[in-house]
């Protein structure tokens, strides 16, 4: 779904690239609210991660392949803000680091892999758990159709993008039905994955998993007419706080899967072209696709430059992307929840109160 630089003419893109930095500031607040000391510490490594699996392209049908998108993940994972600004830290790392999607398509790229699907996810997602029963089943399973949702919703949005700006004459009903088929076989595996990255998660730190905030609730009692909370067992344990309870097992075990993912798995990763680069091939959509302005990176299209092994070539590509991901990522999320900080320490000190 990285759409190159020549794909949608200068105008649309943009425009595009005006919303897409919209979005990006009005994130950055609303992060803000979400970055706490649950989700402050995992928002990095959920960018690291998600960089990790979009390496991992997977066959879906006719010599196509697909891989995440990660909208649906980062977004039930650590919030919808926070998971905008996710998958925007890793398009930007793949388009400045390793010609992966367009410099000028870099604002459809975010509107398209970063808000749509998260956005449309974090909506249906949101909608499935306010009808289906408080447990971490139900919670995995309105991941799993959040994330299938969402790749179709992306790939309607493009082709729309590209009937306003597409830079070839091509029929616009055959590339939304090509775009559309193919991205619901590559949503199959996108709701597979986040299926099973938001269970894994639930089932040892649910306290840490934004969507599934609020699942338990204490048992309640009617005494005299009203109903209370019921009082604790006794002699049970008290509940240790989430704020108290360490990060560092989750954060290491993430982020050497992460490593593990880009730096070993990768290597075996699918070799077809993905949905996108498919479509455009067979419906002639890439007759006017530019090269990269960066293509004669040291990292261009993950391999590293003068390491003529192709196996350790592309595992330091990825092992690299996976460090400087997490690093920007941890940077960024820190940042925004310093500022939290310092707007909640404005407003609780006297200067800062209101009369």
Request: aromatic share 6%; with cysteine; proline share 5%.
């Given at each position: ?31 803000r609210r979400e ?257 990269h302005a ?62």
């Amino acid at each position: 779904m990285h759409a190159p630089d020549g794909f949608i003419d200068a105008p649309v893109s943009a425009a595009v690239g005006l919303v897409a930095a919209g979005a990006v500031a009005v994130s950055l607040r609303g992060a803000r609210r979400e970055l706490d000391e649950r989700t402050a510490p995992l928002a990095g490594l959920v960018a690291a991660f998600i960089f990790a699996v979009q390496m991992l392209n997977f066959p879906v049908a006719a010599g196509t392949s697909g891989h995440l998108l990660g909208g649906a993940l980062a977004a039930i994972l650590v919030g919808p803000y926070t998971g905008v600004l996710c998958v925007s830290v890793v398009l930007l790392m793949q388009a400045v680091l390793f010609a992966d999607g367009g410099l000028t398509a870099l604002g459809v790229n975010i509107t398209d892999m970063a808000i749509v699907t998260t956005v449309v996810a974090y909506a249906l997602f949101r909608g499935l758990v306010k009808v289906l029963p408080r447990t971490r089943r139900s919670v995995t399973a309105a991941s799993f159709v959040a994330a299938l949702v969402s790749v179709p919703a992306s790939a309607v949005v493009f082709t729309l993008l590209y009937a306003i700006g597409g830079t070839t004459d091509v029929s616009i009903g055959k590339v939304a039905t090509a775009m559309v088929g193919v991205h619901v076989l590559i949503g199959i595996g996108e709701a597979v994955i986040t299926a099973l990255t938001v269970g894994a998660v639930v089932a040892v730190r649910p306290d840490l998993v934004y969507g599934a905030r609020g699942l338990q609730r204490k048992l309640r009692l009617r005494v005299n007419g009203e109903l209370v909370d019921a009082p604790d067992s006794p002699g049970a344990p008290e509940p240790v706080p989430a704020a108290a309870r360490s990060h560092r097992k989750v954060w290491i075990s993430g982020l050497a899967a992460s490593l593990v993912l880009a730096g070993f798995v990768s290597f075996y990763a699918s070799a077809n072209p993905d949905g996108l680069e498919k479509v455009a091939t067979d419906q002639g959509m890439d007759e006017k696709a530019e090269e990269h302005a960066i293509s004669d990176s040291p990292l261009a299209d993950y391999g590293v430059k003068d390491v003529d092994d192709a196996r350790l070539s592309g595992g330091l590509a990825g092992v690299i992307g996976v460090g400087v991901t997490v690093v920007a990522g941890t940077g960024v999320f820190w940042a925004v929840r310093r500022r939290r900080s310092e707007d909640t320490d404005d407003a609780t000190s006297p200067s800062g109160t209101s009369v």
